[in-house]
């Protein structure tokens, strides 16, 4: 059983950067991968970034160069390092985790409550 729980969500304005964080609770947190996904009103959730237990990453094409994904083991948390952002990346923002890296929305078995990013133009 992991728990996850999002911070760091807020107003910022295009340009701008925001730092979310995910706490985890569980002694196994190292062995699992971990996702940032986000889902907008009237959308589906998408796929946002990816990390690996050991580290590899992937990122959506629409955040390639802009988000970086991080995790620190010791302290069971992962970081989403978002720069320069645009209108369109206002969403609420989803931590998940799995035994292995997917991309796939619907593979995910724990999800955190979530944390509201909003984007002014």
């Known amino acids: 059983q992991v728990q996850l729980v999002e911070s760091g969500g807020g107003l910022v304005q295009a340009g701008g950067s925001l730092r979310l964080s995910c706490a985890a609770s569980?002694?196994?947190?190292?062995?699992?991968?971990m996702g940032w996904f986000r889902q907008a009103p009237g959308k589906e959730r998408e796929f946002v970034a990816a990390?690996?237990?050991?580290?590899?990453?992937y990122y959506a094409d629409s955040v390639k160069g802009r988000f970086t994904m991080s995790r620190d083991n010791a302290k069971n948390t992962v970081s989403l390092q978002m720069n320069s952002l645009k209108p369109e990346d206002t969403a609420v923002y989803y931590c998940?985790?799995?035994?292995?890296?997917?991309?796939?929305?619907?593979?995910?078995?724990?999800w955190g409550q979530g944390t509201q990013v909003t984007v002014s133009s």
């Open positions: 569980g002694r196994t947190f190292s062995s699992y991968a």
């Open positions: 998940a985790a799995r035994p292995s890296i997917t991309t796939s929305t619907a593979s995910y078995d724990y």
């Open positions: 990390i690996s237990w050991g580290g590899t990453t």
